[in-house]
C-alpha cells in the first residue's frame, strides 16, 4: 500500500467505485431473481424453525415419560442404605 495518505485514499475510492459499479451491472442481470430467492430464504426459515418445535416437542414428551416414579417414606433412599439397612436386620 501507498505510504502517502492521499493516494491511499485514492486507492480506497477507486476500488469502492469498480465494486459499485459491478454490483449495479450484476444487479440488472439477476435482478428477476432477487424475489425468488429472498422467498426461498423464507421457506428455509419456515422449515427449520417447524423441525425445532418439532425436536423440542419430542424431547418434551421423552422428559416427561421418563420422569422417575415417587419414593415412598417407608423404602430406602438408596442402595447403600438399602444395604445397610438389611444387613443390620440380620444381626438382630
Same mark, same amino acid.
Given at each position: 500500500m501507498p505510504k502517502n495518505k492521499v493516494m491511499y485514499l485514492g486507492v480506497l475510492v477507486l476500488s469502492a467505485s469498480v465494486l459499485l459499479y459491478l454490483g449495479a451491472v450484476l444487479l440488472n442481470h439477476i435482478q428477476w431473481f432477487l424475489p425468488w430467492s429472498a422467498g426461498a430464504g423464507v421457506a428455509l426459515i419456515l422449515i427449520g424453525l417447524a423441525m425445532e418445535l418439532r425436536k423440542s416437542a419430542k424431547a418434551?414428551? !421423552?422428559?416427561?415419560? !421418563?420422569?422417575?416414579?415417587?419414593? @415412598?417414606?417407608? @423404602?430406602? @433412599?438408596?442402595? !447403600?442404605?438399602a444395604v445397610s439397612t438389611s444387613s443390620q436386620e440380620g444381626r438382630e
Open positions: 418434551k414428551a !421423552a422428559t416427561e415419560a !421418563a420422569a422417575p416414579m415417587p419414593v @415412598s417414606s417407608d @423404602s430406602a @433412599s438408596s442402595p !447403600a442404605q
